[in-house]
């Protein structure tokens, strides 16, 4: 239709009507002549699209809307887990990572960058529709507190200890409890991934004994504690809540700031799709991983900050348009976690959209021929409504 | 065996009665043939005659194989409709004189309301011309000589019409060549505006004609009436080809009224509906704003999670090229996600009649087939039709299928035989 619509418009300058059409009509000889010698308009965009600033400390307001690399080896280091499925595939694809710089990860940052470390760890909570860029932006502030030197504490989907977990152990620590030796060994075996350097510097401050043989000693290296977690699997969940509750107790020394990102933090106070053998519901708390978790993120420490993501995506027994803060911590998780500050991420402003589109293009995702005409980007927006999952999902189809 | 012959051979009249009786519209000659047949049969062969009876009636059945209704019958059934059309209006309370054919429709769905999903096994009561085949009188006289000169032709009355078409083209080629020769003749050509109309389909020809045609034959005849319309021609020739002639009715053009609203703050914004399936949508499009669609309160990204209801929405402002350049708040109710995108649609693209030139809407209306879609399946048809590909829905009123129930004419011949005239009413009242 483009050429037809472009020959209409033109004819349509002659007639009188809403000044509207004479604007549309005025434009169409320009933006045939844009088409017509196709080379002309490539250096706005690449300005518009990429950045070469890649340490997101100095991402500030006029890298909005920009995409920033990072190079693959920070990648592997920093986010062993943690970034969504999609992403992980993008990055393969395209054989780089590039986070798009954002308001709400600005703000986040800006703040970050000014916590008073004396004081106790203030919560954010980033809320948002779905597919906005929640999980995205938390990666975000976690490469920069990486980049800073923080200790990152990174739960990647809460939802994932919440649901579907096979094996349940009754917790040797208190019989209460139930444990979740896989998932507790997997997130381990990230975390040291993540942070290999502080793992020998932290010394953990009691005795733990395991079983009759094995034991460690107190001002052994946590490192020792995430092996025992890792090799002997039946403990693995123990060894979770030590981490957790050694790094709350030492982060307020001061040797390091401690990050805890958590995504889909709502799976913490809500239900649970596991049974017990007797086919009772287990209730969050039950869960040893999460009644460790919970004492995380309360503000009872100092010396870093806490940053949660709520997430629908994942979420058990929750409706599909809920996404206020209410709705999915229910009064339970809303009143343990406040007071907070909330950041709304929202959809993408036309200038983050058309960066994204100039993004696609770049790496030649994009192959449909209308695609970087100005009707398929007017096409990509109203299906999309900016939406940048709704996005790039559309994009992987073109 | 032993039982008395006369009773016996009452059943075996009884039974062959029952076996008779399946077949309403039988001569009485039949029954009283096979009739005659039982008594000569004796007590001894009682059980053979049961078997004649069974082969009379085949035989009788091969020997009637053509039912030609006599041309007294149908008069009789004519006066019967009539006397029985005038009881009806005297039942219904109205007046017999003024008592039209869908009055007595709408009498008869009243006194026999019926449940069966197929309209034509209802029971009706129409004119016994709409209800038997129409049938060729007898075309030869007593000695045996036809009437018609191209009796032997085996269609005397297609090649009869076909000689009259030729003798009219020949008729105005003459009357050219007198007005040549006198230098009367001028040289315009008006050319009818046959865009309402057709021909005739072949079957409406038969019918006509009462006989069977082939299709070279028919494609002749065609043939022949466009000759005659390239020629100049005068007022009868004209009402001869016309006869054969019938006309389109163009739907959609039919329900579209536009009309245009401005509102408080003084947005300019239309108003109108659609529906799919058993959705209702309301659609209320403003003329200047910024793309944003909001659906029963909640945004369409979050209504509608699936891509390819965003894309029956996005259809109508595609088309036309207006993607980012109209606000729309809508309603829906009813139907699946499907219909209710479908009925989205159509109350936009109705509302965006309002806001949009007299030739796009026609543009709109026609589809255009060209039109590639990003990752529809549909191929385009116009906008107010329905989905394509999908069947229409039944209380679908902007149709615009123009294809769809072009050709009825078997309504003509129904399947039953339920017979027009009231005779069962009649029993009944005594």
Same mark, same amino acid.
């Given at each position: ?10 004819? *349509? ?138 200790? &990152? ?22 019989k209460q409890r139930l444990d979740q030796p896989l998932e507790a060994s997997i997130w381990l075996k990230n975390f040291k991934t993540a942070n290999e350097r502080f793992l020998s510097q932290i010394k953990v401050q009691e005795k733990y004994v395991w079983n009759k043989r094995e034991s460690t000693e107190k001002g052994s290296p946590l490192g020792e504690v995430v092996e025992q977690g890792i090799t002997r699997v039946r403990n693995a969940t123990d060894a979770v809540g030590i981490v957790l509750k050694e790094l709350k107790r030492q982060s307020s020394s ?35 991983? &999460?009644?460790?978790? *919970? ?45 907070? &500050?909330? &950041? ?42 900016t939406n940048p999952g709704q996005l790039e999902r559309l994009c992987a189809y073109l | 065996m032993a039982a008395p012959c006369v009773s016996c051979g009452k059943a075996v009249s009884y039974r062959f009665f029952l076996g008779a009786r399946v077949s309403l519209a039988r001569e009485q000659g039949l029954w009283k043939a096979a009739a005659a047949e039982v008594q000569t049969g004796t007590a001894s062969q009682i059980l053979r005659l049961r078997h004649t009876t069974v082969v009379s009636t085949k035989k009788n059945i091969a020997a009637l194989r053509r ?7 149908? #008069? ?37 309301? @019926? ?10 009561? =129409? ?13 030869? %006289?007593?000695? %045996? ?9 085996? =269609? ?17 080629? #003459? ?7 006198q230098g009367l003749f001028s040289e315009k050509t008006k050319t009818k505006d046959l865009i309402g109309s057709r021909w005739l389909i072949k079957e409406e020809l038969e019918e006509i004609l009462v006989e069977k045609l082939s299709d070279q034959d028919y494609a002749q005849f065609i043939r022949l009436l466009e000759r005659l319309l390239t020629l100049q021609r005068g007022g009868a020739e004209e009402e001869f080809v016309q006869r054969f002639r019938r006309s389109v009715t163009i739907q959609s053009k039919k329900q579209l009224i536009e009309p245009v ?15 799919? #399936? ?11 704003? @910024?793309?944003? !669609?909001? !659906? ?27 993607? %980012? ?6 309603? !829906? ?22 806001? !949009? ?30 989905? @394509?590909?999908?069947?229409?829905? #039944? ?7 123009? =294809? ?9 011949? @129904? ?16």
């Amino acid at each position: 239709t483009m050429l037809k619509g472009m020959t209409r418009l033109i004819s *349509r300058v002659h007639k009188l009507d809403a000044g509207h059409f004479l604007h549309t009509g005025s434009q169409a000889p320009q933006n045939l002549a844009a088409h017509l010698d196709n080379q002309v308009p490539v250096e706005s965009p690449r300005a518009v699209s990429r950045t070469s600033e890649s340490d997101p400390a100095k991402h500030g307001e006029q890298h909005e809307g920009q995409h920033y690399n990072i190079p693959l080896q920070d990648l592997k280091a920093v986010f062993p887990h943690g970034l969504p499925p999609r992403f992980v595939m993008q990055v393969k694809t395209f054989n780089e990572a590039c986070l798009m710089v954002r308001k709400p990860a600005l703000e986040l940052l800006h703040y970050l960058k000014n916590t008073n470390f004396a004081h106790p760890a203030v919560r954010y909570v980033l809320y948002g529709e779905k597919g906005t860029g929640k999980t995205l932006s938390l990666c975000h502030i976690i490469h920069f507190c990486a980049k800073q030197d923080w200790l &990152i504490l990174h739960i990647p989907d809460a939802h994932l200890w919440v649901k579907n977990c096979r094996n349940l152990l009754q917790s040797t620590y208190n019989k209460q409890r139930l444990d979740q030796p896989l998932e507790a060994s997997i997130w381990l075996k990230n975390f040291k991934t993540a942070n290999e350097r502080f793992l020998s510097q932290i010394k953990v401050q009691e005795k733990y004994v395991w079983n009759k043989r094995e034991s460690t000693e107190k001002g052994s290296p946590l490192g020792e504690v995430v092996e025992q977690g890792i090799t002997r699997v039946r403990n693995a969940t123990d060894a979770v809540g030590i981490v957790l509750k050694e790094l709350k107790r030492q982060s307020s020394s001061g040797i390091f700031h401690l990050l805890v990102a958590v995504d889909g933090v709502n799976a913490l106070w809500g239900r649970t799709t596991l049974k017990r053998e007797d086919k009772s519901p287990i209730a969050p708390e039950e869960l040893a991983l &999460i009644y460790n978790l *919970r004492k995380m993120v309360k503000n009872d420490w100092h010396g870093g900050a806490i940053v949660l993501t709520l997430s629908q995506t994942g979420s058990v027994f929750k409706p599909r348009k809920a996404f206020l803060p209410q709705e999915l911590l229910g009064k339970e998780g809303f009143d343990t976690l406040d007071p907070f &500050i909330p &950041i709304l991420v929202s959809n993408y402003n036309p200038k983050e959209f058309e960066s994204c589109i100039q993004y696609y293009l770049e790496n030649n995702w994009l192959q449909h021929e209308k695609a970087h005409t100005e009707d398929g980007k007017k096409e990509l927006l109203f299906l999309s409504n900016t939406n940048p999952g709704q996005l790039e999902r559309l994009c992987a189809y073109l | 065996m032993a039982a008395p012959c006369v009773s016996c051979g009452k059943a075996v009249s009884y039974r062959f009665f029952l076996g008779a009786r399946v077949s309403l519209a039988r001569e009485q000659g039949l029954w009283k043939a096979a009739a005659a047949e039982v008594q000569t049969g004796t007590a001894s062969q009682i059980l053979r005659l049961r078997h004649t009876t069974v082969v009379s009636t085949k035989k009788n059945i091969a020997a009637l194989r053509r039912e030609t209704y006599t041309l007294d019958f149908i #008069k009789k059934q004519i006066e019967e409709f009539n006397i029985g059309k005038r009881h009806l209006a005297n039942m219904m309370g109205e007046d017999p004189e003024t008592f039209t054919q869908e009055d007595i429709d709408r009498a008869i769905a009243y006194l026999f309301p @019926s449940g069966l999903f197929e309209k034509r096994a209802r029971p009706i009561m =129409k004119h016994p011309e709409q209800i038997f085949p129409k049938q060729r009188a007898i075309q030869w %006289g007593e000695d %045996g000589r036809p009437f018609h000169f191209l009796f032997y032709t085996g =269609k005397p009355s297609y090649y009869s019409l076909m000689h009259e078409a030729y003798g009219k083209i020949l008729d105005v080629e #003459k009357h050219q060549n007198q007005l040549r020769a006198q230098g009367l003749f001028s040289e315009k050509t008006k050319t009818k505006d046959l865009i309402g109309s057709r021909w005739l389909i072949k079957e409406e020809l038969e019918e006509i004609l009462v006989e069977k045609l082939s299709d070279q034959d028919y494609a002749q005849f065609i043939r022949l009436l466009e000759r005659l319309l390239t020629l100049q021609r005068g007022g009868a020739e004209e009402e001869f080809v016309q006869r054969f002639r019938r006309s389109v009715t163009i739907q959609s053009k039919k329900q579209l009224i536009e009309p245009v609203q401005y509102d408080e703050q003084g947005m300019a914004f239309s108003r109108s509906e659609g529906r799919r #399936k058993s959705a209702e949508a309301e659609a209320v499009v403003y003329a200047h704003g @910024s793309g944003r !669609v909001s !659906v029963n309160g909640t945004d369409y990204l979050l209504y509608f999670p699936v891509t390819q209801d965003r894309e029956q929405l996005m259809f109508p402002f595609h088309f036309l090229d207006r993607l %980012g350049k109209h606000d729309v708040a809508c309603t !829906v109710s009813g139907g699946g996600r499907a219909a209710q995108a479908g009925a989205i649609r159509l109350a936009v693209a109705r509302a965006l009649c309002t806001l !949009v030139t007299e030739e796009e809407v026609e543009w709109m209306r026609q589809g255009s087939p060209g039109q590639e879609f990003q990752q529809g399946t549909e191929g385009m048809t116009s906008l107010f039709s329905p989905m @394509s590909g999908m069947p229409a829905g #039944k209380t679908h009123s902007a149709g615009g299928d123009s =294809k769809a129930g072009l050709w009825n004419h078997l309504e003509a011949f @129904s399947f039953t035989h339920l017979v027009p005239g009231l005779s069962c009413l009649k029993g009944w009242d005594c």
